[in-house]
């Protein structure tokens, strides 16, 4: 038992490390220093208080979307979905943000609570169509993406404003930012979303392994005709699982839209948030502890990468191809497994 | 006993590892603090939106107009000049404080993408020069460029309803926005004004950087009877000439164009002997980003005006390299229009509400 969990730790840091030795390798072929490269990842992600502010602002969402992933597997769901959740939730919380006029102590929770629902009505009919059709759920969430993208491209244009691209800010007592926050980093986006993505965090952990709602869904993921033979739900625990994966997703739509953005734009395509958050799940092995640090790591990168370019003279490129190299070897783990229970035997 | 070994093996390449990054940092720390003291000449810097800034279009452009201006004045990427590309739309932001925080005296934002994030950025730190293309900013320390593509887009109309035999052409947009509805109305009058029956085909891929959409959307105008496409769409339009070559690879004596934009996208239409650019709508961004950036060093920035920039300014035109495709003919009646729009005879329509007041008069 404790060389098993042992090995899932080890696997996320042996792809991380993997990966950063690939990028490493790729770096000095093509004649970057990578040592100047990596500083320079460093310094973009952790480098003032500037870019660790942005870090944590870039983190929070892929915390959220992160969950909403993990939390789906732990069903047996692969929710790709995130993505169209997130894009509904940011649309709801700048809508709420906009038309309603309340106090803050009214005005947030609620603009955070629809945001949570619209995320979850777009997890819910993925859902419903697994548990009653059998209609799989990979296909049904990857087409709930682009009626979202189109839905909210529309929405924006002709409801929320008059053929603009961008809405107006959402009223102050909506609003996630703080000035205090972006004061003590040099006006970095950073806002409040950090402590309820990390309350989030904990909410996962306490339903997943606390309550029985949470074993009942686990127990589906490991086997569906065992839990429908033990007496369990299957249909609604499947729905559920897809109903608070969604509003996971959609509270991280809602920490764009209310913290970093305070706007929802037109966009040309997916934010890339939920489908970042499969890898980030994946990462953090579908753990709500693992989630958060895989998500800091990705914030880190992604943050960073920018300063790649400026700072080392490493293409843009490149640079995704070194994050994508750490995601390749994440994926991986499989092989990284094997090679780590095989170096132990013949240890033996 | 083997777990503890594990340990100590990863917690080693784990500190070595983060050493490394350490002295790596110290090291660059103390590089751009010498770069900061030696320098005190005036450097400019541009973030490119998600085209990035080979998209033969319009970044590149503005990138080229950096480079003439650096290279006047001795700067080379890196050094006084450079460039910040952004992915998506969160890039944008930190792209534009990645640049301030190297000390850049004047920063572009390029595209009307980056509105919101210039805006903010330029209150936070009023002792910077800021400039946008395609867009109005109201601020003391912005200068704002905007040009008067509708012109432009005009006279490509014009030359589109010449050369169009089935008497239907494609209008290939990127993002649907006031910005890019210029040139749709432009273009609609400018066919029109020639020959009101031409039908034009209007498509949005909804984005700058989707070649892939832009390939699908050209792919349907070109099966439908179009034969001439003017794209706007940054990006996105590199899908349009791959798919008129292809066509035209497969089928050399069909008569199809594709209109580029934003520079003389020739190059971008050659496909063996043949070439389907038919010409291009060129808004001379480099020529703005130039002039800007020579007015700020000189003393006398633009701040809080807007600049626009038109026919009148040589800074919109249309493309005359391809000789076989744009013949005499046709560019003698583009001249004539232009005349009549230099000389007010002609208020090109901007928007689809005057486009559609314009066709209705004719």
Redesign the interface.
């Known amino acids: 038992m404790?060389?098993n969990r042992?090995i899932s730790i080890?696997i996320p840091?042996?792809s991380v490390?993997l990966g950063?030795i690939a990028g490493a390798i790729i770096m000095l072929i093509s004649g970057h220093n990578p040592?100047?490269g990596?500083?320079?990842l460093?310094?973009?992600a952790f480098?003032?208080q500037?870019?660790l502010g942005?870090t944590i602002r870039?983190t929070t969402p892929y915390i959220f979307t992160g969950l909403a992933v993990a939390f789906a597997f732990r069903s047996g769901l692969f929710n790709i979905g995130a993505e169209g959740q997130v894009m509904v939730g940011w649309l709801a919380a700048v809508w709420v943000g906009l038309a309603v006029d309340a106090p803050m102590y009214i005005h947030l929770p609620l603009a955070l609570i629809t945001a949570a629902a619209a995320g979850a009505v777009w997890g819910f009919v993925p859902g419903l169509l697994k548990a009653k059709l059998g209609v799989h759920e990979v296909i049904v969430t990857i087409m709930m993406n682009y009626i979202a993208l189109y839905s909210m491209?529309a929405i924006i244009?002709n409801v929320l404003t008059e053929?603009?691209?961008?809405t107006a800010e959402i009223h102050g007592s909506a609003s996630l930012a703080s000035e205090w926050l972006q004061s003590i980093t040099?006006?970095?986006?950073m806002h409040y979303g950090i402590l309820i993505a990390l309350f989030a965090a904990i909410i996962m952990w306490f339903i997943i392994q606390r309550t029985s709602i949470g074993y009942e869904l686990k127990a589906v993921g490991f086997n569906r005709h065992a839990s429908k033979y033990a007496g369990m739900n299957v249909s609604k625990n499947i729905i559920l699982s897809m109903v608070i994966a969604g509003a996971f997703a959609g509270l991280g739509g809602a920490m764009e839209g209310l913290g970093?953005?305070g706007?929802v734009?037109?966009?040309?395509?997916f934010?890339?948030l939920g489908f970042d958050g499969i890898a980030v799940a994946l990462l953090g092995g579908n753990n709500a502890f693992g989630v958060v640090l895989a998500a800091i790591l990705f914030g880190a990168l992604k943050?960073g990468a920018?300063?790649m370019?400026?700072?080392?003279?490493v293409p843009?490129e490149l640079v995704?191809i070194i994050i994508a190299l750490i995601i390749l070897f994440v994926a991986s783990s499989y092989i990284i497994r094997w090679a780590l229970l095989r170096f132990?035997k013949e240890?033996k | 006993m083997?777990?503890r070994k594990?340990i100590t093996m990863?917690v080693l390449?784990?500190s070595l590892?983060t050493l490394?990054?350490a002295?790596?940092?110290d090291?660059?720390?103390s590089d751009s603090d010498n770069k900061d003291g030696d320098t005190e000449d005036f450097t400019a810097a541009m973030v490119t939106d998600?085209g990035g800034v080979d998209d033969k279009s319009f970044n590149q452009s503005s990138w080229e107009g950096l480079q003439e201006w650096g290279k006047e004045h001795g700067y080379s990427k890196?050094e006084g000049i450079?460039y910040?590309?952004s992915?998506?739309?969160?890039?944008y932001?930190?792209?534009l404080?990645?640049?301030i925080?190297?000390d850049y005296n004047l920063i572009f934002g390029i595209g009307?993408?980056l509105?919101?994030d210039l805006e903010k950025?330029a209150g936070?730190y009023d002792d910077k020069h800021f400039a946008i293309v395609d867009d109005e900013i109201d601020a003391p320390n912005v200068a704002s460029i905007m040009f008067k593509e509708h012109e432009g887009s005009f006279l490509v109309g014009v030359a589109a309803a010449m050369k169009t035999e089935t008497n239907k052409v494609g209008f290939v947009g990127?993002?649907?926005?006031?910005l890019i509805n210029k040139f749709e109305s432009g273009f609609i009058a400018g066919v029109k004004s020639v020959n009101p029956d031409i039908e034009v085909e209007v498509e949005y891929?909804?984005?700058?950087?989707?070649p892939d959409k832009g390939k699908i959307i050209a792919s349907n105008m070109y099966s439908n009877g179009a034969d001439v496409i003017y794209h706007s769409s940054g990006g996105t339009g590199n899908g349009v000439f791959n798919q008129a070559k292809d066509l035209k690879q497969n089928d050399p004596d069909r008569d199809i164009w594709v209109i580029g934009v934003d520079r003389d996208q020739y190059d971008e239409g050659q496909i063996g002997d043949d070439n389907v650019t038919l010409t291009s709508m060129i808004k001379r961004v480099d020529v703005a980003v130039e002039d800007v950036s020579n007015q700020a060093m000189d003393g006398d920035f633009p701040g809080g005006e807007l600049l626009e920039f038109g026919l009148k300014d040589d800074a919109i035109g249309f493309a005359t390299t391809n000789e076989e495709a744009i013949t005499e003919e046709i560019i003698d009646t583009v001249n004539e229009w232009e005349e009549k729009i230099l000389d007010g005879d002609i208020d090109v329509p901007q928007t689809r509400d005057e486009t559609k007041e314009f066709v209705d008069s004719l």
């Open positions: 404790t060389t042992l080890l840091i042996i490390i950063l040592i100047e990596y500083a320079a460093w310094n973009g480098g003032d500037y870019t942005e870039r491209n244009r053929k603009k691209t961008t040099y006006f970095s986006r970093t953005y706007t734009s037109v966009m040309s395509g934010t890339n943050e920018g300063q370019p400026t700072g080392a003279g843009t995704d132990k240890g | 083997k777990n594990f990863f390449i784990l590892g490394l990054a002295c790596g940092s090291d660059k720390g998600i890196g450079d910040a590309q992915n998506d739309k969160a890039d932001m930190p792209n404080n990645r640049l925080r190297e009307f993408e509105k919101e950025v936070q990127g993002i649907d926005s006031p891929a909804e984005s700058f950087g989707a």
